[in-house]
């Protein structure tokens, strides 16, 4: 079957609690990685999409500003700013320009220092206060991002009777794999008791519940379907649905835009969630994989809790999912969309070692963007050429 | 916090042609586009969902712990609360607003239709929405 486009190298940089780099290095260094990854040179690169990374600034023009970094000449330029899901977006979007004929070669790039700048924290950032739809979200003193999430989770209990335990198994599936990863910055299993003594950072969730803060920066080369690379991984599908930006906006935080999503691109595909071997899923904090797992089809609504507490999610389970630790253990410089993507490609090319899943066949890359829980989507379903 | 506790209406959005309510306020009606005006009231409505705050950002770090409420309001608008603490999911609730130290803004407050400490609020609420 042929696909939307494909990517055809990755690269990744910096990940670290504190690389002590500004973010564009780290950019330039993940960029040049992926393009030897593809057989490439810098100058073979056309086009570039990057979205504003912390301080990967002045950020008023991301791309522009990492071109000329790297010396590039763009007939094709994406800077769409979604959240943590603007890489897959961006993605989705270079595979539709090549194919229009604006561009041949597109990279990908999201970096960040927010680590070693010191620019978050679990009480979360400081949002701007003359924003007008913000400061009446603000005014309550929820935090964001965790307010909503913790507002997500704590529905989910009270709707469908799930429990601490089921969040904290998230973070261990995570753990777990994070354990047979050499780039994980958190690599130790978590034992329940520990889970449970983490201190409560926005009830119900605790410490253990939230993503790292950390550094790094994570790059795409996306071609044209019929490029020909030897190590090519197909885009066969791409669905993106954007549906809200506050959280006063939200219709129910237990149904997003993955319910949408998910069966879009599944259907351009033509794959099923049968057909799917890796799950890569947004895991900024612990409820929001459950609640996509239940959206896309995975678990029934109310039972993605217990996917993860039976350890399906886990090494050796029937759903491996997010086999680099996902946010919770591997990394989360903040778009952590990219590195969803990053590890499916490496997985679907066998290349990843002692986690290496028997047969990925086809991949679903679900990210999540945007403060009001997830209120932008997109899925991105890969496989192998 | 420091507050008089007088709970005063909330100045939500309503639109003067269709009388849709808005929240965050639009200047614009989304439904029927004419534009709107500011309708202070108070609201009733559903608890969402709630969550205990411990570690809030610089600005709120020395009110923690404190408790936030997603309200379902039955004017079709969803409204983030500061409550009394202990609200329980699925509550019915009165929602005004608190004017909390020197802020200019005063934050959305919303308690239990029968907590009886704000018992003085209901007759007043209603008298103010007639």
């Given at each position: 079957m042929k696909g939307l486009g494909a990517i055809t190298g990755v690269g990744d940089a910096g990940i670290s609690f504190r690389s002590g780099r500004p973010a564009i290095d780290l950019a330039a260094e993940a960029a040049l990685e992926a393009v030897a990854d593809a057989g490439l040179q810098l100058g073979d690169i056309?086009?570039?999409a990057v979205g504003k990374g912390g301080d990967l600034v002045p950020a008023d023009r991301p791309s522009v500003e990492l071109a000329d970094y790297l010396g590039l000449t763009l007939t094709w330029t994406?800077?769409?700013?979604?959240?943590?899901?603007?890489?897959i977006v961006q993605i989705g979007h270079a595979a539709e320009a090549i194919s229009a004929g604006r561009c041949r070669r597109v990279l990908v790039v999201y970096a960040s220092a927010q680590a070693t700048n010191r620019e978050r924290s679990l009480g979360g950032q400081v949002r701007r206060p003359n924003h007008h739809v913000v400061s009446f979200e603000r005014s309550s003193g929820l935090p964001f991002p965790i307010g909503p999430n913790a507002l997500a989770a704590a529905r989910h209990m009270w709707q469908y009777g799930s429990t601490s335990e089921q969040l904290s198994a998230v973070a261990q599936s995570d753990r777990a794999w994070a354990a047979l990863n050499p780039a994980a910055l958190r690599p130790t299993p978590l034992s329940t008791e520990e889970a449970a003594s983490s201190p409560m950072i926005c009830a119900p969730l605790r410490k253990v519940d939230c993503c790292l803060i950390s550094d790094g920066a994570g790059a795409v080369v996306v071609e044209a379907?019929?490029?020909?690379?030897?190590?090519?991984?197909?885009?066969?599908?791409?669905?993106?649905?954007?549906?809200q930006y506050s959280i006063l906006s939200t219709a129910d935080l237990l149904t997003t835009g993955a319910c949408?999503?998910?069966?879009?691109?599944?259907?351009?595909?033509?794959?099923?969630?049968?057909?799917?071997?890796?799950?890569?899923?947004?895991?900024?904090?612990?409820i929001l994989p459950i609640v996509l797992?239940?959206?896309?089809?995975?678990?029934?609504?109310?039972?993605?809790?217990?996917?993860?507490?039976?350890?399906?999610?886990?090494?050796?389970?029937?759903?491996?999912?997010?086999?680099?630790?996902?946010?919770?253990?591997?990394?989360?410089?903040?778009?952590?969309g990219v590195f969803l993507v990053l590890e499916a490609v490496r997985q679907v090319r066998g290349e990843t070692g002692a986690r290496q899943v028997p047969d990925p066949r086809v991949a679903l890359v679900q990210g999540a963007g945007g403060g009001a829980f997830g209120g932008s989507q997109a899925t991105l379903v890969l496989a192998a050429e | 916090m420091s507050t008089d506790g007088m709970l005063r209406p909330i100045e939500v959005a309503r639109c003067v042609g269709c009388g849709r309510y808005s929240w965050y306020p639009r200047a614009i009606c989304t439904a029927c586009g004419e534009s709107?005006?500011?309708?202070?009231?108070?609201?009733?409505?559903?608890?969402y969902s709630v969550t205990e705050v411990f570690s809030a950002s610089t600005e709120f770090a020395a009110q923690a712990p404190y408790e936030v409420a997603l309200v379902d309001c039955t004017a079709g608008i969803r409204v983030l609360a500061r409550t009394p603490g202990g609200l329980r999911i699925g509550a019915d609730v009165m929602l005004g607003t608190l004017s909390v130290g020197e802020r200019s803004n005063p934050i959305p407050f919303a308690h239990a239709i029968d907590d009886r400490r704000y018992a003085d609020s209901h007759g007043k609420a209603i008298r103010h929405n007639d």
């Amino acid at each position: 079957m042929k696909g939307l486009g494909a990517i055809t190298g990755v690269g990744d940089a910096g990940i670290s609690f504190r690389s002590g780099r500004p973010a564009i290095d780290l950019a330039a260094e993940a960029a040049l990685e992926a393009v030897a990854d593809a057989g490439l040179q810098l100058g073979d690169i056309d086009g570039l999409a990057v979205g504003k990374g912390g301080d990967l600034v002045p950020a008023d023009r991301p791309s522009v500003e990492l071109a000329d970094y790297l010396g590039l000449t763009l007939t094709w330029t994406d800077t769409t700013l979604v959240g943590g899901v603007s890489p897959i977006v961006q993605i989705g979007h270079a595979a539709e320009a090549i194919s229009a004929g604006r561009c041949r070669r597109v990279l990908v790039v999201y970096a960040s220092a927010q680590a070693t700048n010191r620019e978050r924290s679990l009480g979360g950032q400081v949002r701007r206060p003359n924003h007008h739809v913000v400061s009446f979200e603000r005014s309550s003193g929820l935090p964001f991002p965790i307010g909503p999430n913790a507002l997500a989770a704590a529905r989910h209990m009270w709707q469908y009777g799930s429990t601490s335990e089921q969040l904290s198994a998230v973070a261990q599936s995570d753990r777990a794999w994070a354990a047979l990863n050499p780039a994980a910055l958190r690599p130790t299993p978590l034992s329940t008791e520990e889970a449970a003594s983490s201190p409560m950072i926005c009830a119900p969730l605790r410490k253990v519940d939230c993503c790292l803060i950390s550094d790094g920066a994570g790059a795409v080369v996306v071609e044209a379907a019929a490029a020909g690379a030897p190590r090519g991984v197909s885009i066969r599908g791409f669905a993106e649905l954007h549906r809200q930006y506050s959280i006063l906006s939200t219709a129910d935080l237990l149904t997003t835009g993955a319910c949408w999503t998910g069966p879009a691109a599944l259907r351009q595909a033509g794959c099923t969630l049968a057909d799917i071997g890796l799950l890569q899923v947004y895991d900024a904090f612990t409820i929001l994989p459950i609640v996509l797992v239940e959206n896309l089809g995975f678990a029934e609504p109310g039972c993605g809790g217990v996917l993860f507490a039976e350890g399906h999610t886990a090494p050796g389970g029937r759903l491996p999912t997010n086999t680099q630790g996902g946010g919770l253990a591997h990394c989360h410089p903040g778009f952590y969309g990219v590195f969803l993507v990053l590890e499916a490609v490496r997985q679907v090319r066998g290349e990843t070692g002692a986690r290496q899943v028997p047969d990925p066949r086809v991949a679903l890359v679900q990210g999540a963007g945007g403060g009001a829980f997830g209120g932008s989507q997109a899925t991105l379903v890969l496989a192998a050429e | 916090m420091s507050t008089d506790g007088m709970l005063r209406p909330i100045e939500v959005a309503r639109c003067v042609g269709c009388g849709r309510y808005s929240w965050y306020p639009r200047a614009i009606c989304t439904a029927c586009g004419e534009s709107t005006a500011p309708s202070p009231r108070y609201l009733t409505g559903q608890a969402y969902s709630v969550t205990e705050v411990f570690s809030a950002s610089t600005e709120f770090a020395a009110q923690a712990p404190y408790e936030v409420a997603l309200v379902d309001c039955t004017a079709g608008i969803r409204v983030l609360a500061r409550t009394p603490g202990g609200l329980r999911i699925g509550a019915d609730v009165m929602l005004g607003t608190l004017s909390v130290g020197e802020r200019s803004n005063p934050i959305p407050f919303a308690h239990a239709i029968d907590d009886r400490r704000y018992a003085d609020s209901h007759g007043k609420a209603i008298r103010h929405n007639d």
